[in-house]
């Protein structure tokens, strides 16, 4: 029988060794209670929580309009949506913007949903690869814009490249879309990982009302545990057919999860910058065993946790360093491209010690 979901090439390549430990995530390392706890003064453990009941569609309305006027100024509550983590959002958000037969546009490298998803709806997608300094070609975007898009998928900070984007370039994409009357759709899973808090980028679903923005509490917050996603859009709507499009999925998010995150956005810099932190300190080290690395190299990003590493024949080179090592890295495959590589994790504890691994294996 046909199947009418593609399984995602990172989990299948991952399916093949699923005892190895994974070098390539993209969340920093996840906090445990107890070094949550250190780091804000709060007892994590003791939730306030009595009402054991569903939770809106919507989701909670006190921590929407916290977010709201913390993360999305310009935004209301009404805008936020409560999602079971950022892949629901995702899959909510293309099957709201995204019909059979309309052209999407997305850069690759890619995290792989942004292009599977659109191309499951039956869309045509457009990957406009980005250079070999992460760059936008913006001739190539215009083109693609122009050639009747519906929607431009954004993904800054980057996954798996750890690009960011000035606010003048995001400016400039903005215009383009305005111009062509594209849609965007913004995955900001990243936000609050950039290594330079002053290179933040405003959502953009708070600067252009065609938009979609989408956070979630596994990546910046570095919290997978906690598995809560949000959209945020002011088109109301854009925003009613998401709303109908989750009652067919999660219904409404977990009120434990919310509990715990009410109690976790004013901490939100505090807990981002402990990955930067951490991320700066990774990114630090690979550098220096870069310099003239005779197999690897690396156009290393400014934000998020992970980089993307060229390499000559990257699935054989992966392949061998699970089976020999139990090491796991995603290869360049994985995230639609070309480009012969790997993403590496920058965000985790153990960094210094698997890398001395990985760097002196050949096959
Ligand atoms: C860019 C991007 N968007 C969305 C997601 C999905 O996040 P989650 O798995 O927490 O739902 C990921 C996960 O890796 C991601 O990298």
Redesign the pocket.
């Known amino acids: 029988m046909e199947k009418n979901f593609k399984n995602l090439t990172m989990m299948s390549w991952s399916d093949r060794w699923p005892n190895a430990m994974p070098l390539s995530n993209?969340n920093p390392e996840p906090f445990t209670a107890a070094e949550l706890s250190e780091l804000t003064g709060q007892d994590w453990l003791a939730l306030p929580l009595n009402d054991l009941d569903y939770q809106t569609a919507q989701g909670d309305p006190n921590l929407r309009s916290d977010m709201a006027q913390q993360w999305y100024p310009k935004c209301q509550p009404n805008d936020v949506m409560l999602c079971a983590?950022?892949?629901e959002a995702?899959f909510i958000a293309f099957q709201t913007l995204v019909k059979s037969g309309e052209h999407v546009v997305c850069f690759t490298p890619a995290?792989e949903p942004l292009i599977l998803m659109p191309e499951q709806i039956g869309a045509r997608v457009t990957k406009l690869p980005l250079g070999s300094n992460w760059e936008i070609d913006f001739n190539a975007l215009e083109d693609a814009l122009k050639d009747h898009a519906k929607l431009l998928v954004l993904?800054f900070p980057h996954?798996p490249t750890g690009a960011h984007i000035s606010i003048e370039i995001l400016e400039e994409i903005i215009q383009l879309c305005e111009k062509y009357g594209v849609w965007v759709l913004s995955?900001e899973?990243f936000r609050g990982l950039e290594h330079n808090k002053n290179d933040r980028l405003p959502a953009v679903a708070n600067i252009y009302p065609q938009a979609v923005s989408l956070g979630?509490m596994?990546?910046a917050f570095a919290l997978?545990a906690i598995r809560l996603?949000w959209l945020v859009c002011q088109d109301k709507n854009t925003y009613q057919q998401m709303l109908e499009i989750k009652n067919h999925l999660s219904i409404c998010v977990s009120g434990l999860d919310v509990a715990f995150m009410k109690k976790m956005v004013p901490f939100d810099e505090l807990i981002w910058q402990r990955s930067v932190d951490l991320t700066n300190q990774n990114k630090k080290l690979l550098q220096k065993a870069l310099i003239n690395h005779p197999t690897f190299h690396c156009q290393m990003g400014t934000a998020s946790a992970t980089c993307f590493i060229g390499c000559q024949n990257d699935q054989i080179w992966t392949a061998s360093l699970a089976q020999n090592h139990q090491l796991k890295l995603l290869p360049g495959f994985c995230f639609a491209t070309e480009k012969q590589g790997f993403r590496l994790s920058l965000g985790q504890k153990n960094f210094k010690q698997t890398m001395d691994t990985w760097l002196n294996y050949s096959v």
Request: aromatic residues 6%; neutral net charge; charged residues 15%.
């Open positions: 993209s983590g950022a892949q995702l995290f993904n996954n995955d899973v979630v596994s990546k997978p996603g």
